[in-house]
């Protein structure tokens, strides 16, 4: 039975002129860290002036598929790309985490309803497009959470957690 969640075709010109932008060595990859110690950083500010901090789970579905179909290389040229498009799609002033192996956070400070649907999309829009690596062209599915502080948790343990929860219950996002 096929692996829904990712497709791998032949890239189209557009994708293969992009392949070698996406590629990229894993060592430049961050470590994996706790979610709930950085967000309890970000959440001291949010206190002070009283604002919402927002917590965006994001895990990539797949990646392990990835890697037993086509190596260990692959599936870390795919994580850089995906870690440096998710950097790309944030405001200046939000925050980007690794959290797992092919899971990853955006902490928003200062950001509304509004501002985390928005900014959702466009990392949901832009993470889901097609990665060029080498000769293919690899989609992968998504799932989000997103956790809002003080409605969703008081701490950044609690506002983690329920952040990931929701990513866990999420169903797959494909574009």
Not at 99 to 126: H, N, S
Request: proline share 7%.
């Amino acid at each position: 039975m096929p692996d829904r969640a990712f497709q791998i075709n032949e890239p189209a010109a557009a994708l293969r002129d992009s392949a070698k932008a996406d590629a990229a060595p894993a060592a430049e990859l961050p470590y994996r860290a706790p979610l709930g110690p950085v967000v309890d950083r970000q959440l001291a500010t949010s206190r002070r002036n009283a604002t919402p901090l927002a917590v965006i789970a994001l895990s990539l579905d797949g990646v392990d598929s990835i890697r037993e179909r086509y190596g260990p290389r692959v599936e870390n040229q795919l994580l850089y790309a995906a870690w440096n498009r998710l950097k790309s799609h944030l405001r200046a002033s939000d925050l980007s985490v690794r959290v797992g192996d092919a899971e990853f956070a955006a902490i928003l400070p200062d950001a509304g309803a509004e501002t985390v649907t928005m900014v959702e999309t466009r990392i949901l829009d832009a993470l889901a497009r097609p990665y060029g690596i080498d000769t293919l062209a690899i989609a992968v599915a998504l799932r989000a959470g997103v956790a809002v502080y003080p409605h969703d948790g008081a701490t950044g343990e609690a506002l983690a957690s329920a952040a990931l929860a929701a990513c866990a219950a999420d169903r797959p996002w494909a574009r």
